[in-house]
């Protein structure tokens, strides 16, 4: 797998990926990988790109790979993204235009609607970005929706999110009770996670109001993003450059009273005469925000 990157805007952290399997999220985020900056344009990919991407061990055959595409996508049929002003615009909409997959030529092509652009396009600023080989290396469903949550804050080491929200992002089971929750989804998943350089300190807590867990708090050791000062250069390294400069001057002007017949004068030396320095006011380097 060539470094592939998964980037999207953080609203998609909030579509809830409803009864997927771990198999069917890595097929998801190994498309997402390859739909940024492509805009509306159909992308094609093979059984085996797909085999790559999802670092899949279970060596599906061409029909095994197009009932897990055909599978996945219904299930994204059922994740229509609701739009409401408040007012009497309301609507909805499908993240990808369709799909075609063919097992005779072992591939699959697919869109992004119109609409969803802005998930995987432009992304200057408010996007979740990890690398593919990571996510679909991680072992259990809940183990990867939690690190795509955990990744939007990866600056921060903080993520706070109400326990009604968790269970909807996380597709826990409405049976599930608070102890259900920390036994089989979240103590599993930060083990796990705990692997990853990253998430080496990862911890979770409980937000309570009275007896009843109302918050989930997770915190780690916030990513450090290097900043991007310009380049210094040295006291010296300029006068040597100067001091090149001037040596190169000095050889042309040299040849060049050479030629006329006229004394070669250098600075330093009698007739020389250095030009009158001007006052100039010293400007700080401006703070740069970062």
């Given amino acids: 797998m060539a470094n592939e990157v998964v980037k999207y805007n953080n609203k998609f952290n909030q579509v809830v990926f409803q009864n997927f399997t771990e198999n069917e999220l890595s097929l998801l985020m190994a498309i997402c990988s390859k739909l940024k900056g492509k805009g509306t344009d159909t992308i094609t990919l093979s059984f085996d790109q797909i085999k790559e991407l999802t670092n899949e061990k279970q060596h599906y055959t061409a029909q095994g790979y197009a009932e897990m595409i055909d599978a996945m996508y219904r299930k994204l049929i059922n994740l229509a993204y609701y739009y409401n002003d408040g007012k009497d615009v309301a609507g909805a909409f499908h993240l990808f235009q369709g799909y075609e997959r063919s097992i005779s030529d072992k591939e699959v092509q697919i869109a992004v609607t119109p609409q969803f652009l802005h998930l995987f396009n432009s992304l200057e600023r408010e996007f979740t970005r990890f690398e593919l080989e990571e996510f679909v290396n991680l072992s259990g469903k809940y183990t990867k929706l939690l690190y795509r949550q955990l990744k939007q804050w990866r600056t921060q080491g903080h993520y706070s999110v109400l326990m009604k929200e968790f269970r909807e992002l996380m597709d826990v089971p409405e049976s599930y009770t608070t102890r259900d929750i920390t036994k089989r989804i979240i103590v599993p998943s930060v083990n796990k996670l705990l692997k990853l350089k990253e998430f080496h300190f990862l911890q979770y807590k409980y937000s309570y109001k ?36 001037l040596r190169e001057k000095q050889i042309r002007e040299g040849d060049f009273y050479k030629e006329k017949g006229q004394e070669e004068i250098i ?24």
Avoid: C, Q
């Fill in 267 to 290: 600075p330093g030396m009698p007739g020389y005469k250095f030009a009158e320095e001007e006052d100039t006011n010293e400007i700080g380097e401006d703070e740069l925000p970062f």
């Fill in 210 to 245: 009275g007896k009843k867990v109302v918050r989930v708090i997770f915190t780690w050791h916030p990513e450090t993003i290097p900043s991007k000062k310009p380049a210094t250069i040295s006291t010296a390294e300029i006068n040597d450059d100067l001091d090149a400069l």
